[in-house]
């Protein structure tokens, strides 16, 4: 038996209790997109779809784990397979993205698991309405109650060894650090971990394709989607903007004239932030040849770059601070494509031009190739995990 941490008063318990626990550790396991977890989460969807619509990230998560949307992602799994969850799946999840710890939950519930989930530590009003959803949908369907436990803790390793003790899976978000923290926590010998690790994310534009868009600012609001509404705190924003296509220069303007109209009327830049981005600059500015961009303020930092090599992306900053590269063709993106890139987020490209660059270039990185503005949608692959898959188990009957 592994004891309860002794630290309980740095524990809380917002969703379930120290006996939920416990009772998991003998609650069967679901097969992979079961009746009563669809049923679950398609309850807990309609209940955020008339709390949460003040957040969009939370009304995205609701209509992601609608009944109808799920059986849709389902129908991608029908095989003759017989699989089952492999057992308590243990979610340590990412402070900057609120939204994060119910999409790893309901990834680990679709697989068939009980789940142990470690919420955001910075207070966030969008992760209170999903708790709140989902214990109203525990107290309609309460069978499920043995899958479901939310907490919250510190950097306590005693926590940490005693959830990562009892798992038969660890899902590890929110970078290097938090990853190399919590592998000092041992696992079972038959668990399974999965860590998402820090990355990078790129956009690739066409300008002549942007020069013919004629909702520019539809554009230029999936643009702030995928960055400014994280503050490219996610992983899936861009900090490095490719342009490709004749007109670029022409493409720039229209394009930054109206990311900047919506970013100066919806976004706050702090002093600290723009103290940052300076400071960034020049730490870019002492390692490479680079050109500011010229910016009516500092809301934007446009920093243009000479070349794409693998040392740029440990250059990044936040805050709307962006490197900007003039590309003849999509083979040049190569050098940025490492292990450490997982988006490639795209506008006025071919689909088939960019699985011809993948197959070709044959990068390290680049997980995913999303149209701008959906960088931010989850899918059940993520980083290059089949999550589904990932998170149950094959029974071989013969």
């Known amino acids: 038996m592994i004891p ?17 626990v416990e009772e998991m550790r003998s609650v069967p396991a679901m097969i992979p997109f079961s009746d009563k977890a669809v049923a679950f989460l398609n309850v807990v969807s309609a209940k955020l779809l008339k709390t949460g619509k003040a ?8 209509f992601w784990c609608r009944k109808a949307a799920l059986l849709t992602e389902k129908a991608k799994y029908d095989t003759n397979e017989l699989r089952l969850g492999r ?30 989930v470690r919420l955001p530590a910075k207070p966030y009003a969008q992760v209170d309405l999903i708790c709140a959803a989902v214990k109203e949908a525990l107290d309609e369907q309460p069978e499920m109650k043995p899958y479901v436990v939310f907490v919250k803790f510190p950097p306590v390793q005693e926590i940490a060894d005693y959830f990562s003790g009892i798992c038969a899976s660890r899902i590890v978000w929110g970078g290097d650090m938090t990853i190399a923290e919590m592998r000092k926590s041992p696992l079972p010998p038959r668990a399974k971990e999965i860590t998402f690790a820090d990355r990078h994310s790129i956009l690739v534009l066409n300008a002549d394709a942007v020069l013919k868009a004629e909702n520019i600012d539809r554009l230029a609001q999936d643009f702030y989607n995928d960055t400014f509404f994280s503050d490219q705190n996610a992983c899936t924003s861009p900090r490095i903007i ?19 109209k919506l970013v100066a009327d919806k976004y706050t830049l702090a002093p600290v932030q723009a103290v940052g981005k300076l ?3 020049y730490r870019a500015a002492a390692d490479r040849e680079v050109r500011l961009e ?48 997982q988006t ?19 990068p390290q990185g680049v997980d995913r190739a999303v149209p701008m503005g959906k960088s931010m949608d989850f899918t059940l692959v993520w980083d290059g995990y089949d ?12």
């Open 294 to 341: 010229p910016c009516a303020d500092n809301f934007i930092y446009r920093v243009k770059v000479e070349k794409l090599d693998d040392k740029l992306p440990d250059l990044k900053y936040n805050s709307g601070f962006f490197f900007e590269y003039d590309a003849e063709s999509l083979n040049e993106v190569a050098p940025v494509c490492t292990n450490k890139c």
């Open 344 to 362: 490639m987020t795209y506008y006025g490209l071919d689909k088939d031009d960019i699985a011809d660059f993948i197959r070709s270039a044959a």
């Open 387 to 398: 999550l589904i898959r990932e998170l149950s188990r094959i029974v071989s009957v013969s």
């Open 4 to 20: 309860m941490p002794q630290n309980f008063n740095e524990l809380t318990y917002v969703v379930g209790t120290p006996g939920t």
């Open 279 to 281: 400071a960034a600059l």
């Open 87 to 116: 057992g308590i799946a243990f979610h340590s999840t990412p402070s900057n993205v609120p939204v994060n710890c119910a999409f790893s939950f309901a990834a680990g519930l679709l697989a068939g698991n009980p789940n142990i």
């Open 242 to 260: 490719v342009w490709t296509g004749k007109d670029k220069q022409a493409a720039k303007d229209k394009f930054w004239t109206a990311v900047h």
């Open 55 to 62: 957040y969009s990230d939370v009304v995205t998560f609701a």
